[in-house]
């Protein structure tokens, strides 16, 4: 692949590939940095991709990647933080703890049965199952973007709903 070849072909897919891992992320500095990133990782390696075909899916996926890898570090950070957090709450009074525990856990799940019966499906196959938009597309005989439309609808109404409980704890 040239140079104006490549040119072309990030021209081509740059935009698509920032807006699904603004998805992801949902922060489109970091989206745009993230494929950015992959286009760079694909740069150097083109010579040992020989279909060119496969080159969209090839720099999506590395994209992907990146964008996972990405929110993995956040996870961990987040959790150490809440640890550290929660160690230092849970000594000061376990009892109002284990309470406000139990009423989150009730509210999550009040929130998730709250949600239409699709989006639940296809939240709990994404988040509880773990599986793929893909597997979740093929399992329920969906498009991937209507599977990633549920997810998002999901997701919108399960932030609102939990966001009360954030919103009666944190301030």
Request: charged content about 25%; proline content about 4%.
């Amino acid at each position: 692949m040239e140079l104006d070849e490549f040119s072309t072909f990030f021209q081509q897919h740059y935009p698509t590939l920032c807006a699904r891992i603004n998805l992801l992320v949902q922060q489109s500095d970091l989206a745009e940095d993230l494929v950015q990133d992959a286009f760079v990782k694909f740069w150097e390696v083109k010579p040992v991709l020989l279909n060119k075909n496969a080159a969209p899916g090839y720099v999506a996926k590395m994209a992907v990647n990146n964008a996972l890898a990405h929110l993995r570090t956040k996870r961990q950070q987040e959790k150490k933080m809440k640890d550290l957090v929660a160690g230092q709450s849970m000594a000061s009074n376990p009892t109002e703890e284990g309470i406000n525990y139990n009423e989150s856990e009730k509210k999550l799940l009040d929130a998730l049965q709250s949600l239409p019966p699709a989006c639940r499906e296809i939240f709990i196959l994404s988040r509880y199952e773990q599986m793929s938009y893909k597997e979740i597309a093929n399992q329920l005989d969906l498009s991937i973007r209507t599977v990633e439309n549920q997810l998002l609808k999901a997701l919108k109404i399960m932030r609102e709903s939990l966001l009360a409980l954030a919103t009666y704890y944190f301030f």
